[in-house]
């Protein structure tokens, strides 16, 4: 199986094991995507092991599930203690990817969801490293539209939000790219498949705004923090496709991708095909910050031993 890691996952309550961990053919997520998601890092330190931003994670997991009006059950910190908890469980050191999944079970096969159909979360642990090549990648603006908030709410991290990102990579990747950019339905830059989108103009950050079908990154928002500490400005605002191609920089953050500049875009390079200064700067801090190795960031890792 693949990313399996660990003995156990836990699964509304108990520590199950990883093979046991099974659900029935009716499971209403399985037929319509009613499930809400998260990811979130550890980085092993070789003494230690650090989650980063795990009660912002599990915040927005609950909040995506009010969108649906999922009845989460697990409080925030019932959810934290229990990945703490698993962590521990399966003793993982390494550097791992936790995903907790919300998702809609037996309910037939009716789309009126509503605060009484049964949900299940089940919390999940395997060993993860690099998502892309650290060098920076090759990127394409998608012929794939964002979902966008009047169909299906962006900014809730839903499962079937992800079959658009499953579009969007699949064409990518037959085109010999790394990822895509899309497009929101005006035509401004909205997001990657599965991170979040930054340009660098004239030692200026830009990030497109959340009225842009853009998710609200939790890398985003440190990226955004970060770049303001180190005394550039960053503005949240509409962002137009050629924008992106006139830039001197461009970087994506999300958990999985973490900070990576895009150093090719439609087949023209980007900063001379290189990461830029700027881009660097912020994710040498985010390396840093995520190992829980600056003191004023502390707040944001929960060490596990
Ligand atoms: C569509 C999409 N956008 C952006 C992100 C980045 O979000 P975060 O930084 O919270 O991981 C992700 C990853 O979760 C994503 O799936």
Known sequence: MKNKGAEYVWFDGQFVKWEKASVPIMTHSLHYGTAVFEGIRGYGTGNNLFI???EDHMKRLRRSASV??????ATTKELCE??????????????????PLTFVGLHGIDLNVTRDSPTHTVIIIFPFDKYFKAEGIKACVSSWRRIH???LPPLAKAAGNYLNSVLA????????????????TQGNVSEASGENIFLVRNNEI??????????????????????????YEVKERPIARTELYMSDELFLTG???????????DGRPICEGKEGPVTKDIREMYEKIVRGKVDEYMRWVTPIW
């Open 52 to 54: 980063f931003r795990l």
């Open 68 to 73: 649906y009006n999922f009845n989460s059950r």
């Open 82 to 99: 229990a990945t703490v908890a698993l962590a521990r469980k399966i003793a993982i050191k390494c550097s791992c990817y936790i995903r």
């Open 149 to 151: 908030d009047g169909s």
């Open 169 to 184: 990579t699949q064409e990518c990747r037959r085109n010999g790219y790394d990822e895509s950019i899309m497009l929101d």
């Open 206 to 231: 830009s990030v497109p705004n959340l009225a842009s079908s853009a998710l609200e990154g939790i890398t985003r928002e440190t990226a955004i923090i970060i770049g303001r500490k180190l005394g």
């Open 255 to 265: 958990t999985a991708a973490e900070i990576v500049a895009v150093t090719h875009l």
